[in-house]
């Protein structure tokens, strides 16, 4: 059963801000992931499960949540990654 993806107003601006080689990626990425939620190359955020981000070319990462119990994704943020990128989402490392 494929999953549902919900994009946003905010995603769908910061997709088409990219440079158009990152952005036909992204888009390439975003149509694999209902079928594929978490594919190769992408990676579960420490201390954050469901939360995963796949690099894209030029320093990009393309940053989603896996909601498993409405079999869908949750496209958080598309674009340059920044030093604070994960903090700004939410999904920053505890510092303990």
Do not use: C, T
Not at 63 to 91: C, H, M, N
């Amino acid at each position: 059963m494929p999953y549902r993806i919900k994009i946003d107003r905010q995603f769908l601006q910061q997709l088409e801000a990219l440079p158009g080689d990152v952005r036909s990626v992204a888009r390439r990425q975003v149509k694999l992931l209902a079928d594929q939620p978490r594919p190769s190359g992408s990676k579960e955020l420490d201390q954050h499960p469901g939360a995963f981000r796949v690099w894209l070319p030029r320093g990009h990462r393309l940053v989603r949540r896996v909601l498993e119990v409405e079999a869908a994704i949750d496209l958080l943020y598309v674009g340059p990654k920044s030093p604070d990128l994960y903090e700004k989402l939410g999904l920053g490392r505890n510092k303990e």
